[in-house]
């Protein structure tokens, strides 16, 4: 991005984008580095994304990110897809190289090291309940897998979407044991629960106050922690049932911000400024 005084663009797309904090950090970072760079969210509905990722192609976007619901779809369009990415299945950020784009998978990594850092868990050896098979709850179960978690139980309203998840996971990672779990009877999913390290929400459930919870709070337990992937508002209603039962629970900020702090070093070659990110992100919490 060196010597170019044109104003670059970047976005994020995705359906509904509203709830989004990513324009706060990005534009934040890019103001601290003096970057001439604006980054805008686009309301994109799934069957306008070819024609939207088309303009995007035509008017040399900067970079952009991917959200719910285009992060598997949007992968027939890329020309080229980097590894953790293609395991997953899975694109939320892609880099534009002259005219091609090339999609990555951040938010995989941006966990990890949300969970090291923010909620004090390595995956290595725990049992983990993921609820929620979309392209967020993909990027979740294999980089659980692949940092080592010993079992994963994974649920989603969609049967398929499970069953399709842990298949994968199984063929990639033998010593893990994956299982998918539907709505079966309160007496199982206790026994499951309470063998549980780690509860992850990968579902949007908790954006809307007017939501129901992803689970039965009852099932909650001070043996595991709770990591929800929705980071606004905050806390969740999920985080809040944790914290009143004295577990560790936090909302999916860090995911959010070093997955976005991975994509501006993508997409810039700089090193993004985490800390101004974060403050930018807080700024904004309800």
């Not at 909620?119 to 929620?132: E, F, P, Q, R």
């Not at 989603?156 to 033998?174: E, T």
Request: proline letters at 5%; glycine letters at 10%; a positive charge.
């Amino acid at each position: 991005m060196k010597g170019n005084n044109r104003l670059k663009i970047f976005a994020l797309i995705g359906y509904p984008i509203g709830h989004t904090l990513s324009p706060y950090m990005h534009n934040a970072a890019f103001l601290k580095l003096k970057i001439k760079a604006l980054y805008i969210p686009l309301l994109v509905e799934p069957k306008r994304l070819k024609q939207a990722l088309g303009i995007l192609r035509k008017n040399s976007i900067g970079g952009f990110n991917v959200t719910i619901p285009h992060k598997s779809t949007c992968m027939r369009y890329l020309d080229r897809i980097g590894g953790l990415a293609s395991m997953i299945g899975a694109v939320n950020t892609v880099v534009v190289k002259g005219k091609k784009f090339f999609g990555y998978n951040t938010d995989a990594t941006g966990l990890i090291k949300s969970l090291k850092q923010d909620l004090g868990v390595n995956a290595k050896d725990k049992k983990c309940l993921l609820i929620g098979a979309g392209g967020a709850g993909r990027a979740v179960a294999f980089i659980l897998a692949k940092e080592g978690a010993r079992e994963i139980y994974i649920r989603d309203v969609v049967k398929g979407k499970a069953v399709s998840l842990a298949k994968n996971i199984k063929r990639r990672f033998p010593g893990c044991k994956v299982f998918n779990v539907q709505r079966t009877a309160y007496s199982v999913q206790r026994k499951i629960f309470n063998s549980i390290d780690l509860l992850v929400n990968a579902t949007p459930l908790g954006m809307k106050k007017t939501d129901p919870l992803p689970i039965n709070p009852k099932l909650l337990h001070t043996g595991m922690a709770v990591y929800d992937l929705v980071y606004n508002p905050s806390p969740t209603k999920l985080v809040k049932e944790a914290r009143k039962k004295k577990i560790k629970a936090i909302n999916g900020l860090g995911m959010l911000l070093y997955q976005g702090a991975k994509a501006f070093e993508l997409w810039t070659g700089r090193r993004a400024p985490v800390g101004v990110m974060r403050r930018a992100l807080l700024e904004q919490i309800k």
